[in-house]
Nanobody, 116 residues
Framework: VRTVESGGGLAQPGGSLRLSCGMS?????????MSWYRQAPGKERELVAE????????NVADSMKDRITISRDNDNRMVYLQMNNLKPEDTGVYYC?????????WGQGTQVTVSS
């Protein structure tokens, strides 16, 4: 079992991207708290945003609160990360994590590159 991220790519500064994340197998998606992490080149992986299983509580890194929205669709077993006003420092590999109790599932990530 793993998460499957998509939606990354090359974007210009000031642009937008919407990342999507699903699961590799059929699971009870609504059991999982979901989160997005980012790993920039040469840096440690950091939390970008998280959303609880019901979708009614979210947390976004302070440095990105005004530019990023996390949401989920439990019916379609997907979680999304909407990123606006992208900056070069947003460049990195974005990973989606599914967490249920002590169990965590990660994916291979999707590359986001912000450059003119």
């Amino acid at each position: 079992v793993r998460t499957v991220e998509s939606g990354g790519g090359l974007a210009q500064p000031g642009g937008s991207l919407r990342l999507s994340c699903g699961m590799s197998v059929m699971v009870t998606f609504s059991r999982f708290d979901m989160s997005w992490y980012r790993q920039a080149p040469g840096k440690e992986r950091e939390l970008v945003a998280e959303i609880n299983r019901g979708g009614d509580a979210t947390n976004v890194a302070d440095s990105m609160k005004d530019r990023i929205t996390i949401s989920r669709d439990n019916d379609n077993r997907m979680v999304y990360l909407q990123m606006n006003n992208l900056k070069p420092e947003d460049t990195g590999v974005y990973y989606c994590k599914a967490k249920w109790g002590t169990v965590e599932y990660w994916g291979q990530g999707t590359q986001v590159t912000v450059s003119s």
